[in-house]
């Protein structure tokens, strides 16, 4: 048991270096140089970088130290040691491509092509730390904090709340609109890829059948595709006729195998399809691997 929680911390710990890693590759070789500000401490940092020179990985821990505090006070220790971890690794990875490559190198001028790469790279290392259970400072640990009293609206969301009014004023700092609007794409990507990576890339889909052929479907289904299905007693208030409703989850592979399979047993079934972000229990993931 003890070796199997090492490893698990092992796993998590690398996944949040490789997350921090992503995210200073976007800030430093998309993002800063072209001034694209994508909210957070880090858009803050491009801005102060730009207006007074002081390096990204210096502003990046000066202003997450009092945050840092406040989440451990509010989130726990355990919350505030991945936090300490991921920050400090954004930090590092920012100083090291620094030295390596120097303050102002950049793989392309174009700012569309900088905010939407950019973004892209950035969402997802966001969202690979969020998914190990930390954050990186900035917005991204306000919203954590926020998400502790307002569960209602996911980290990513309160982040793109406070993100905007940082772009805003990011914005009037440069006195260019288009810098501010380039922001905002950047920012919007970086809000999507973060909640796609912590609602789980591996969704899956929920199959709702009601058909007269209910029973040889049901027992197909769990012969055929080695799934489980639930019998639903359902009415028709139009007609008022009674039937069963079948519920069922597969994964996207099976999904073309349990339509054909629903439609030569019934041609005229009604099928309800919808996608599922994670599932949890027999089959599927197993509650002992959160």
């Known amino acids: ?72 006070m509010i989130l726990g220790k355990a919350f505030g040691a991945k936090t300490a971890y991921a920050t400090i690794m954004l930090s590092l990875f920012l100083r090291l491509f620094i030295i390596f490559f120097g303050a102002d190198y950049t793989i392309t001028s174009d700012i569309l092509l900088a905010a939407i790469y950019g973004g892209v790279t950035l969402g997802v290392g966001i969202g690979l730390v969020f998914k190990m259970g930390g954050t ?21 969301k309160l982040m793109m709340i406070l993100d905007l009014m940082i772009v805003a004023f990011a914005g009037m700092v440069e006195k260019k609109m288009e810098t501010a609007l380039y922001s905002v794409i950047a920012l919007y990507i970086v809000v999507k890829l973060a909640d796609f990576i912590v609602e789980d890339l591996s969704y899956s889909k929920a199959f709702y059948i009601i058909s007269q052929k209910s029973d040889i479907i049901g027992k197909r289904i769990i012969d055929e595709l080695d799934r489980g299905v639930t019998s639903i007693n359902s009415k028709g208030m139009y007609t008022g006729e009674e039937k069963e409703m079948l519920l069922c989850v597969v994964s996207r592979a099976q999904v073309i195998k349990l339509k054909k399979l629903v439609y030569e047993e019934d041609p005229y079934a009604f099928m309800m399809v919808a996608t599922i972000h994670e599932v949890l229990g027999e089959g599927f993931k197993e509650v002992d691997s959160l």
């Open 1 to 72: 048991m003890i070796g199997m929680k090492k490893s698990s911390a092992l796993l998590e710990y690398s996944v949040i270096t490789l997350g921090s890693a992503m995210m200073a590759f976007a800030l430093h070789f998309f993002l800063e140089p072209n001034t694209i500000a994508p909210g957070g401490v880090t858009g803050l940092a491009v801005v102060i970088q730009k207006l007074m020179g002081i390096p990204m990985d210096i502003t990046n821990l000066a202003i997450n130290v009092p945050l840092f505090i406040a989440g451990i």
């Open 136 to 156: 990186t400072g900035g917005t991204d640990l306000a919203g954590a904090m926020l998400n502790h009293y307002i569960p209602t609206l996911s980290i990513a």
